[in-house]
């Protein structure tokens, strides 16, 4: 099929195009695209040249992947999800990205829009204030280094046993939020002087906290939406996407160093610096894999101290008490991880490190570690879109699992640099013609906003379709914005 | 006086500096001041701290990626901005010294922008062009 694509392509399967492991020198296994013909045809070249570099590291199984949201990443894609052998593959920084556990969380209410809308201006102004965004921005717990590097080894479960959230705040969080193996030795002072101030902000860029509500043809499975205690149209939810903030940015940057420098003993070589990676088992590889998780539970920390935040607010703004608002999260879930995992390839049980970078894991029905309220039927999966059209919640499949190490999409994914965006349309006017569209906009940097216009993004629901479509996660419920804080 | 310019299509969802200097020392400013214009309008920052960083590295582009990074590292650990910076840099041993002028962010005043993560090394690149130096390195926002 001639496709004008930057590469050679072959269709393998509906919405499942390969690149041949003869496409390149030392490519390992084929890489595999997910999307539909119009997502393909809109991936940057960048997505081909390192999807195929990521099949040219040691110890990758069966292929590497790249989901229906995938643009030009460092090293790996974005939307890049590739599994090594635990006992002779590597892991690399590049396979995780600088935000260790960017991930989404979303929160239930029991409010309608109708509810709401009175009193949103006042409540975005609010949380605008409570949960600090931006450039320079620290949070309102104050923690010294030992009390930080116990929150790098317990998680959202040291924010919880000190008040701010609820027990099953944890049994809603990927991992209970806090993921085995966080080693704060591994970490540096200066990862720590970064971060410690950090907890409980939100970031710049793509990161958002944001008021939501079920439109009224949203609701696309309404078994799993009742799961979800999502009752019908008019809905009113909370979605956060946030990660390790400074902290995790600093372990990226040193690692990254580290294990360029590192390469060269272990007799590895790679096709682009960002893929500096390490044998998992070497000293190297298992120190970044500390540190890594140390920021990966950071980062639901963070999450965690946010939703406290977003009770306090929306309590005090509604005036009625936490607990007749719900604000229960439905699911945390990270896209920018590595885990160790146990997935079968070619009839063999293997313990694999699989790298997800955009990328969000979905589990389907049955497997442990998904939460017992949702083991019928899979994993939640939070898919963000841009935050003027909105975002969408679906569940993994039993096909993720043997497709896609259990894995799929984690947002529309940009076709649009920040500064060609910046140059289509003021910040300032791009919040007014949201708000005129009944969205309400409170932002660190008017810029910042202008950069993450909707049409900066592929189209959300064509990604989703997508990914429903190749049946690695099931489309559950959609959401459209009505407030949103922003860096 | 260095200059720079944002380069599109490198980094979609981040920022790509394209960074010209007359001479070594000159773009190793001329990077810090363009990393302090993308996190906030210099205008709206203090000059009333002054620090002196000094840094060596393996390679010179190694230099100049650790350099950014401290820079990062300063905004992240205390909040501090410098827009003002003057630089003496040597590449054989790569090694620089660096005064920096400028204060606390103070996010009542000051005109925010983007909140960089780190330096990658995506593209990354540092030459002699002419008479002068060239880099171009890609910001994670």
């Not at chain 1, 966080?182 to 540096?188: G, M």
């Not at chain 2, 214009?37 to 709206?44: H, N």
Request: glycine letters at 12%; charged letters at 20%.
């Amino acid at each position: 099929m001639d496709l004008a694509t930057p590469m050679k392509v072959r269709p393998v399967d509906d919405c499942i195009w390969e690149i041949g492991p003869d496409a390149k020198p030392g490519m390992l296994v084929p890489a595999r695209l997910y999307a539909s013909g119009a997502l393909l045809a809109g991936m940057d070249a960048g997505v081909f040249e390192q999807v195929t570099n990521v099949a040219c590291l040691p110890g990758i199984v069966r292929a590497s992947l790249c989901m229906p949201d995938g643009h030009w990443g460092y090293g790996f894609p974005i939307g890049g999800v590739a599994a090594f052998r635990a006992d002779s593959g590597v892991i690399s920084p590049g396979g995780i990205g600088f935000d260790i556990n960017c991930g989404m969380r979303v929160l239930r209410t029991s409010l309608t829009e109708a509810e709401v809308r009175p009193r949103l201006g006042a409540l975005v102004d609010a949380l605008f204030g409570a949960v600090p965004a931006g450039v320079g921005a620290h949070g309102f717990l104050r923690l010294d280094a030992p009390a930080f590097r116990e929150v790098m080894v317990e998680g959202a479960g040291w924010v919880v046993r000190r008040g701010y959230g609820r027990p099953a705040d944890l049994a809603a969080t990927e991992g209970g939020g806090c993921l085995p193996g966080a080693d704060p030795v591994a970490v540096s002072d200066r990862a720590l002087q970064r971060g410690m101030n950090q907890l409980g902000t939100l970031g710049s860029g793509n990161h958002y906290l944001e008021i939501q509500v079920v439109p009224p043809d949203g609701v696309h499975d309404a078994a799993i939406a009742a799961a979800f205690g999502i009752t019908g149209p008019g809905q009113v939810l909370v979605m956060l996407h946030c990660g390790s903030r400074g902290f995790g940015h600093q372990i990226g940057t040193d690692y990254l160093r580290r294990f360029d420098e590192a390469m060269p003993r272990y007799g590895i070589t790679v096709r682009d610096r960002e893929l500096a990676c390490a044998p998992f088992r070497s000293p190297e590889g298992q120190a970044y894999f500390g540190a890594m998780t140390a920021a990966a539970n950071t980062a639901f920390a963070n999450r965690q101290l946010i939703t406290h935040r977003v009770r306090e607010v929306m309590a005090h703004v509604l005036e009625r008490p936490v607990e007749a608002l719900g604000l229960d999260v439905i699911y945390d879930v990270c896209h920018n991880t590595a885990k160790l995992e146990r997935h079968v390839v070619d009839g063999e049980m293997l313990e694999l490190v699989v790298h997800r970078k955009g990328a969000t894991r979905a589990f389907g029905p049955g497997t442990p570690d998904v939460p017992a309220a949702y083991r019928g039927f899979g994993q939640p999966v939070i898919i963000g879109g841009s935050m003027e059209t909105g975002s969408a919640l679906l569940v993994g499949t039993a096909h993720a699992m043997t497709e896609t190490f259990g894995s799929t999409a984690h947002g529309a994914g940009r076709t649009m640099s920040r500064a060609q965006a910046k140059r289509r349309v003021w910040g300032e006017t791009l919040i007014r013609a949201m708000g005129e569209r009944g969205i309400v906009v409170r932002a660190a940097s008017p810029a910042g906003v202008a950069e993450e216009a909707g049409f900066a993004y592929k189209d959300l629901a064509e990604v989703v379709e997508t990914v429903h479509r190749l049946h690695i996660s099931r489309r559950v419920v959609s959401l459209r914005p009505i407030g949103n804080i922003k860096g | 006086m260095g200059s720079w310019d944002v380069l599109d299509n490198i980094a979609l969802a981040d920022c790509a500096f394209e960074i010209h200097g007359c001479d070594l020392d000159d773009l190793f400013a001329t990077a810090a001041r363009a990393l302090a214009d993308l996190m906030v309008d210099p205008e709206t920052v203090a000059r009333d701290i002054e620090r002196t960083v000094r840094l060596d590295a393996p390679a010179l582009d190694l230099l100049l990626h650790d350099w950014m990074s401290e820079l990062i590292f300063l905004k992240d650990s205390e909040q501090l901005i410098f827009p003002d910076i003057f630089v003496s840099a040597a590449a054989g041993p790569p090694r620089l010294t660096a005064r920096l002028v400028g204060g606390r962010l103070d996010r009542s005043r000051a005109v925010l922008r983007a909140d960089p993560k780190a330096v990658t090394f995506h593209q990354f690149a540092l030459e002699r062009r002419g008479a002068g130096w060239y880099a171009r390195v890609v910001i994670d926002i």
